[in-house]
Nanobody, 113 residues
Framework: VQLVESGGGLVQPGGSLRLSCAASGFIFSSYYMNWYRQAPGKEREWVARVSSFGGNTWYADSVKGRFTISRDNGRNTVHLQMNSLKPDDTAVYYC???????WGQGTQVTVSS
């Protein structure tokens, strides 16, 4: 199993970023997928989840209304569109196969002026 995140970077407060996670080594369309994040000195926290075919999504209260998770089963990718970013969103973002201890290397998101 391989998960490769991309799309992170430095953005000003109020800005947007779109993260992507390319998955391989398993039947992607059979699994729910998650995004998590970990800020410096804090525990890893769950951010969003998408069902196998993208019909259902769930979000942490801290990102609800600002972030959108989606997936493309034809390309084995999951995305996280992040809008109205805040400094508190600064973290390393990871994608995860729901219910499995499969993690990517993460992508750094820094929100700062």
């Amino acid at each position: 199993v391989q998960l490769v995140e991309s799309g992170g970077g430095l953005v000003q407060p109020g800005g947007s970023l779109r993260l992507s996670c390319a998955a391989s080594g398993f039947i992607f369309s059979s699994y729910y997928m998650n995004w998590y994040r970990q800020a410096p000195g804090k525990e890893r926290e769950w951010v969003a989840r998408v069902s196998s075919f993208g019909g259902n999504t769930w979000y942490a209260d801290s990102v609800k209304g600002r972030f959108t998770i989606s997936r493309d089963n034809g390309r084995n990718t999951v995305h996280l569109q992040m809008n109205s970013l805040k400094p508190d969103d600064t973290a390393v973002y990871y994608c995860n196969v729901h219910g499995r201890a499969y993690w990517g290397q993460g992508t750094q998101v820094t929100v700062s002026s």
